[in-house]
């Protein structure tokens, strides 16, 4: 077995290490960010922020089309309830973002342990393909 097959065999099983502990990394992570997500919304549950999203939404620009002409001719400040609406649609939208980056997270996480379960499997074969060869 030449030196040069041996060291490649071991640089992508290394490799394929390093992919599979990221994905772990990743995953945990991900499961992490879901539950504190989770905590900091309630008493809304994850799969409720995107219809309560909606609904504040429709809600705020309702209000908008009546407040924000008034507003931007200075002779009216926002309302109340438009300030409030406003602010959770922004929490909400934000949650929306936390909840999707936690899902790539994951998604990520998935993909890291495929490929470094592969590169281990290939290494692995590359190292036993040399030495049959020699």
């Known amino acids: 077995m030449n030196t040069w097959t041996r060291?490649?065999?071991?640089?992508?099983?290394?490799l394929g290490v390093a992919?599979?502990?990221f994905g772990i990394v990743f995953m945990t992570q991900a499961s992490s960010a879901e539950r504190q997500i989770a905590d900091d919304?309630?008493?809304?549950?994850i799969a409720q922020v995107d219809a309560q999203y909606e609904a504040v939404k429709t809600?705020?620009?309702?209000?908008?089309?009546i407040e924000e002409p008034k507003i931007q001719a200075r002779t009216a400040e926002p309302s109340a309830m438009y300030n409030y609406l406003t602010i959770q649609?922004?929490?909400?939208?934000?949650?929306?973002?936390?909840?999707g980056f936690a899902a790539f997270l994951r998604?990520?996480?998935?993909i890291d342990i495929?490929?470094?379960?592969?590169l281990i499997l290939t290494g692995l074969g590359l190292f036993k393909k040399g030495q049959s060869v020699a």
């Open 7 to 14: 060291v490649s065999a071991m640089v992508v099983a290394v």
């Open 41 to 45: 919304i309630q008493p809304l549950t």
């Open 107 to 110: 998604t990520n996480g998935i």
């Open 114 to 118: 495929i490929v470094g379960v592969g």
């Open 59 to 65: 809600q705020q620009m309702a209000l908008m089309m």
């Open 89 to 99: 649609r922004t929490g909400l939208g934000l949650a929306r973002a936390n909840i």
């Open 19 to 21: 992919c599979l502990v």
